[in-house]
């Protein structure tokens, strides 16, 4: 009479502390600064429309003060009853729109040109150079593991050289210049509008250690369950012939309900820093109304110059609040890239030779 505890299966199961263990030693973490260099050494051969991007990026990040100055201009022109300075202002506000689609076309086709293109390049390059692996180096993660960082870790990292960057370079550079010119109409404004900026966006960012660990409990544990999820598919003959089926779905909804429950505190976290940003905006916006008619009352302000600030504050306010979830999720990516570059360097030069060693005594295969 067989007994479940004592079948040997003819692939390995990993438990939880032996999965993180087994792909964390596998190699050592790289260097975030490491793994950008490498993406932009592998990247060399789209230089060309990375510059493009960069001019687009620049001259998108000086359309909201356009924006902000067509408003202001007309405005005063309503207040003085200028028909002239009306369609002045008007001209001004439709040339930035028209610039600003463009742009945002252009910028939308760059960025999306080279996602498919770089990540179908470097999960190709991977993909070559990792078959061409020892069979001993090969077997230092799962296949889940392996499919997980092929199909998921590569378009990460990519979307972070893509994307996230080419976005948080035109935040950075579009606050310098509102800040440049908001300064120049009035330093009471601004100096207001930018403690909101920064105040309320801090008391949210406070909450991002605890979002981030959530979240790294959730995509340890969604690993987990789509390695136990493969186990049993890949032995599902041998799982049915010695009634093993309830087993291993019982391990496997027990790692998804480690997930619900961590997705629903990340959820939760995000919700509180969702809502600490939103009151922020508002408390920002009626102190510009305020302090801004308490300035015209007395003759120091023009009325155009509160309608720049209001076009100007959300421009301001939004991305302060978004630059350190922006960071962090180059980080990410770049974490992304790490989990690539520990199986295989594709800026490598050196030529792999296909390796011939036994199998592994270890991984999906015993």
Request: no cysteine; glycine share 8%; hydrophobic share 50%.
């Amino acid at each position: 009479m067989f007994h479940k505890e004592t079948i040997a299966l003819p692939f390995r199961i990993f438990t939880k502390g032996e999965f993180m263990n087994h792909t964390k030693s596998a190699l050592d973490p790289i260097r975030p600064a490491l793994v950008l260099g490498k993406l932009l050494v592998w990247a060399r051969s789209y230089w060309t429309s990375y510059s493009l991007l960069l001019v687009i990026i620049i001259a998108s990040a000086a359309l909201p003060t356009g924006v902000a100055e067509g408003m202001r201009r007309l405005f005063n022109a309503v207040q003085f009853g200028s028909i002239s300075g009306m369609l002045s202002a008007a001209a001004m506000l439709a040339a930035v729109f028209f610039i600003g689609m463009v742009l945002a076309l252009l910028r939308a086709w760059s960025m999306q040109k080279l996602s498919i293109r770089s990540t179908l390049d470097l999960q190709r390059e991977v993909l070559g150079r990792l078959i061409r692996l020892p069979l001993r180096t090969f077997g230092n993660w799962h296949t889940g593991d392996k499919i997980n960082r092929l199909n998921g870790s590569a378009v990460a990292a990519q979307e972070g050289l893509n994307q996230r960057i080419p976005q948080l370079l035109e935040q950075v550079l579009s606050i310098i210049i509102l800040l440049v010119y908001l300064s120049v109409l009035s330093w009471g404004l601004v100096a207001g509008a930018l403690a909101s900026s920064l105040l309320f966006p801090l008391l949210s960012n406070l909450m991002g250690k605890s979002i981030r660990k959530w979240q790294m409990t959730m995509n340890e544990s969604q690993a987990i369950q789509d390695s136990r999820l493969q186990d049993q598919m890949q032995g599902a003959d041998v799982v049915r012939s010695f009634g093993l089926r309830e087993s291993f779905n019982a391990r496997w909804r027990e790692q998804v309900e480690v997930t619900r429950r961590s997705g629903i505190r990340v959820y939760m976290w995000l919700t509180a820093s969702g809502l600490t940003i939103f009151a922020g905006s508002w408390i920002g916006q009626i102190y510009i109304f305020s302090v801004g008619a308490w300035f015209v009352m007395k003759g120091n302000m023009e009325i155009g110059v509160i309608a720049a600030f209001m076009i100007a504050y959300d421009r301001l306010f939004y991305p302060f609040a978004h630059l350190a979830n922006m960071w962090a999720a180059i980080q990410d990516s770049l974490a992304h890239g790490a989990r690539v570059f520990q199986m295989v360097d594709p800026t490598d030069a050196k030529p792999m030779t296909e390796g011939d060693a036994p199998l592994p005594d270890y991984g999906d295969l015993k």
